[in-house]
């Protein structure tokens, strides 16, 4: 399914610091550059636990492509994970106490929430 709205996609990093990708409910997974880096395949984060084929193109952070999947997609799993990622990488730059930084990650993600 070619694609050119990425509106909905979000670039983020994974837990363990790895890029991912969330896109319509669905999580991708980097998989391998092409031989001249333009274009950045992903796969479907349930590629094992499905056995999902879905993927994802993006070049320089743009969607290119977007396959089906056999998966279910996880709306709500997204703003999580995502709101994970973002306090990994303040609490990464910060000298400030943890608890101050959750408080204020919390606050924005709140804001954010209510101004939908």
């Not at 669905?26 to 001249?36: A, G, L």
């Not at 101050?100 to 939908?116: A, D, Q, S, Y």
Request: net charge neutral; hydrophobic share 30%; aromatic share 8%.
């Amino acid at each position: 399914m070619e694609d050119d709205d990425d509106e909905d996609t979000v670039f983020s990093k994974s837990q363990q610091g790895k890029a991912i990708v969330f896109y319509e409910g669905w999580t991708f997974h980097f998989h391998i550059r092409n031989k001249d880096g333009s274009i950045t395949p992903w796969r479907c984060a349930d590629r094992f636990t499905s056995m999902c084929k879905g993927t994802l193109q993006t070049k320089d952070e743009k969607l290119l492509k977007h396959t089906d999947h056999v998966c279910d997609p996880h709306p709500f799993k997204i703003p999580k994970l995502k709101f994970l990622s973002d306090l990994k990488d303040v609490a990464n730059s910060s000298t400030e106490v943890t608890s101050l930084i959750v408080g204020k990650e919390l606050e924005k993600t709140e804001k954010k929430l209510r101004g939908r």
